[in-house]
C-alpha cells in the first residue's frame, strides 16, 4: 500500500470530522440546554454516517475522494458493474474490522473494499 493512499486516507478523515464538527458547533450555538455526555454518544453514531456519506457522495458523484483527488489517485474498476451497487459496496466494506490492515493478507495488497467492490487505486501517472 502506498504512502499517497495512507496519506489520502488520514485527509479524508480530516474533511469528514471537518463536517461533523461543523454541525456540533451550529448544533451547540442554538442549543441552550447543551449537554456533553449526550453530545459523545451522538457524536460517534453522527461520525460514523458522516464517513459513509462523505465516501459514497464523493465517489458516486465525483469518482473520488478530496483526498485521492489531492494526491492524484484514482479509482479504477476491475469488472464492469453497476456504479451505485459497486459504490454502495465499496463504502459499506470500510466499515469491516481490520479494513485498514487487510492488504497485510494478500498479494496485491489490496484493500478488502477494493476486493469486495472489485476495484483498484492507482497513481494517476500510472495510467
Not at 34 to 45: A, E, Q, R, V
Not at 49 to 67: A, D
Not at 71 to 100: H, M, Y
Request: aromatic fraction near 20%.
Amino acid at each position: 500500500m502506498s504512502l499517497r493512499r495512507i496519506l489520502a486516507f488520514y485527509l479524508d478523515c480530516f474533511f469528514s470530522m471537518v463536517i461533523i464538527l461543523m454541525i456540533f458547533i451550529v448544533d451547540i450555538v442554538y442549543d441552550y440546554n447543551f449537554d456533553l455526555d449526550n453530545y459523545l454518544f451522538d457524536f460517534w453514531g453522527l461520525e460514523l454516517i458522516s464517513i459513509f456519506v462523505y465516501y459514497f457522495f464523493c465517489e458516486y458523484i465525483f469518482g473520488n475522494t478530496l483526498g485521492k483527488k489531492i494526491f492524484k489517485l484514482k479509482i479504477l474498476n476491475i469488472k464492469e458493474s453497476n456504479k451505485l451497487k459497486q459504490v454502495f459496496i465499496r463504502t459499506s466494506a470500510r466499515f469491516i474490522p481490520f479494513d485498514g490492515i487487510s492488504f497485510l493478507f494478500n498479494n496485491e495488497q489490496h484493500l478488502w473494499h477494493d476486493i469486495l467492490s472489485n476495484t483498484s487505486v492507482i497513481h494517476k501517472k500510472n495510467v
